[in-house]
């Protein structure tokens, strides 16, 4: 069964860092892209960024870009999310998705449960 | 980067068909045929319904279609149940990113 688990989020004061973790078990993780995607309260989906099998193809959303860093460990099978210089539109449930392919298209098959990232004063 | 544009909201009686829009441009939808279309429930992770535009992954019913025509693409969701009532979602790749719509919420009258 596939389970992705995020990790690392709480509430930071803007300005600050924080890192988001995804473990992710029950398929070949290197097999496949992985993405972020988050959801303000209330709000829609909003993609974050993405990134290929490899780490060879990154993209993200004009409104992280320069701020977020995303990364993987594939002998980890380990997925995550550098946040700097963090805002109060930042603040969202962040969730972590496995893509259907090897590198970032979309948003597939299987998504944690999110973890909360509250960013206020 | 601007967000597909769907409906705000539909509606429709069980057993009936009811189909969402999702508009972009050349540049996403019109230009790749990777369209997916997600469900979500309150307080629940997305789940996809539709990927490529009109495949549907394993244990999803074939109730739920999808297509493409253009630079836009479209969900339709025939015999209608109550447990269909949630929100809705497309997004569409883009040269090296990902752009959702601002979702449809779909009520079962």
């Known amino acids: 069964e596939v389970q992705l688990v995020e990790s690392g989020g709480g509430l930071v004061q803007p300005g600050r860092s924080l890192r988001l973790s995804c473990a992710a078990s029950g398929f070949i993780f290197d097999d496949y892209a992985m993405h972020w995607v988050r959801q303000a309260p209330g709000k829609g989906l909003e993609w974050v960024s993405g990134i290929g099998w490899n780490s060879g193809d990154i993209g993200y959303a004009d409104s992280v870009k320069g701020r977020f860093t995303i990364s993987r460990d594939n002998a980890r099978n380990s997925l995550y999310l550098q946040m700097n210089s963090l805002r109060v539109e930042d603040t969202a449930l962040y969730y972590c998705a496995k893509d259907m392919m090897v590198a970032p298209i979309n948003p597939g098959d299987s998504w944690g449960q999110g973890t909360l990232v509250t960013v206020s004063s | 980067q601007s967000a597909l544009t769907q409906p705000a909201s539909v509606s429709g009686s069980p057993g009936q068909s009811i189909t969402i829009s999702c508009t972009g441009t050349s540049s996403d939808i019109g230009g790749y045929n990777y369209v997916s279309w997600y469900q979500q429930h309150p307080g629940k992770a997305p789940k996809l319904m539709i990927y490529?535009?009109?495949n549907r992954p394993s244990g999803v019913s074939n109730r739920f279609s999808g297509s493409k025509s253009g630079n836009t693409a479209s969900l339709t969701i025939s015999g209608l149940q109550t447990e269909d009532e949630a929100d809705y979602y497309c997004?569409?790749?883009?040269?090296?990113?990902?752009?959702f719509g601002g979702g449809t919420k779909l009520t079962v009258l």
């Open positions: 490529d535009v009109s």
């Open positions: 997004s569409s790749y883009t040269s090296s990113s990902t752009l």
